[in-house]
């Protein structure tokens, strides 16, 4: 009998993710550990450190890379993803505030980050946004229900105001950019409920798949 990795040796699958203290530096003094909702789905491969929180029911795809051990904190919340080779990083002693309180990043509740998208601090992402495959969110604010498309890129410190839509490839630079964006248009906003619906059934899913017996190395046990 073959297995599933082409060979007659094990294993048929290894579970595995890091989620670790980030190194004590000059930048950064003290070693946090992550705090992550026991209802969280972690896929193999992520990477995260530091002082991170992430909410219920939130799905962190494979090659994932949360690492707080510079801009410090990240706050994601619930029901949102992160899909495959998203990037979360921010430069030290920067922030965003949310509900008086500073982040180097903040990622609300019901946020889409498609595959391969950059998230840098300071950074916030209000609640329902939708960023693109290849997008860059750096020195930003994305008001709640915007949608960033794939490849834009909206830096140097701009307000996006709730509900625009960010067209593929754009350049948003400057606040003036930003003021002219349009509502998002239906058929996108349909699109980016719909990655929500199916996202949002990941972390169930894939716990009973993975199996939820697992050591706190993320092998499964």
């Given at each position: 009998m073959w297995?599933?990795s082409g060979?007659k040796?094990?294993?048929f699958?290894?579970?595995s993710?890091?989620?670790?203290?980030?190194?004590?530096?000059?930048?950064?003094?003290?070693?946090?550990y992550?705090?992550?909702?026991?209802?969280?789905?972690?896929s193999?491969?992520?990477?995260i450190?530091?002082?991170?929180?992430?909410?219920?029911n939130?799905?962190v795809g494979?090659?994932?890379?949360?690492r707080?051990d510079?801009g410090?904190?990240?706050?994601i919340?619930s029901?949102s993803?992160?899909?495959?080779?998203v990037?979360?990083?921010?430069?030290k002693?920067r922030y965003?505030?949310?509900?008086h309180?500073?982040?180097?990043?903040?990622i609300?509740?019901?946020?889409?980050?498609?595959?391969?998208?950059?998230?840098h601090?300071?950074?916030?992402?209000d609640d329902?946004?939708?960023v693109?495959f290849k997008?860059?969110v750096?020195?930003?604010?994305?008001g709640e229900g915007s949608?960033?498309?794939?490849g834009?890129?909206?830096?140097?410190g701009?307000?996006?105001?709730?509900n625009?839509?960010?067209?593929p490839?754009?350049?948003?630079d400057?606040?003036e950019k930003?003021d002219?964006l349009?509502?998002?248009?239906?058929t996108?906003?349909?699109?980016?409920k719909?990655v929500?619906r199916?996202n949002?059934?990941?972390?169930?899913?894939?716990?009973?798949?993975?199996?939820?017996?697992?050591?706190t190395?993320?092998?499964?046990?």
């Open positions: 297995n599933h060979s040796n094990g294993p699958n290894l579970y993710y890091y989620v670790g203290y980030n190194p004590p530096t000059s930048v950064n003094h003290y070693s946090k992550p705090r992550i909702h026991n209802k969280a789905f972690l193999p491969f992520t990477y450190v530091g002082d991170v929180t992430i909410g219920s939130t799905y494979p090659f994932v890379s949360i707080a510079e410090t904190p990240f706050y919340g029901n993803n992160l899909q495959d080779g990037i979360l990083h921010g430069l002693n965003m505030e949310k509900d309180n500073n982040y180097s990043i903040y609300g509740n019901k946020v889409s980050c498609a595959h391969g998208s950059l998230i601090g300071p950074s916030r992402i329902d946004v939708f693109g997008a860059i750096y020195n930003a604010l994305i949608f960033i498309s794939s834009a890129v909206v830096t140097n701009v307000v996006v105001q709730p625009r839509f960010v067209p490839g754009a350049s948003i400057t606040q930003a002219r349009s509502p998002v248009p239906q996108e906003e349909e699109f980016a719909e929500q199916v949002q059934e990941f972390p169930a899913a894939y716990s009973i798949f993975f199996g939820k017996n697992k050591c190395c993320g092998l499964a046990c």
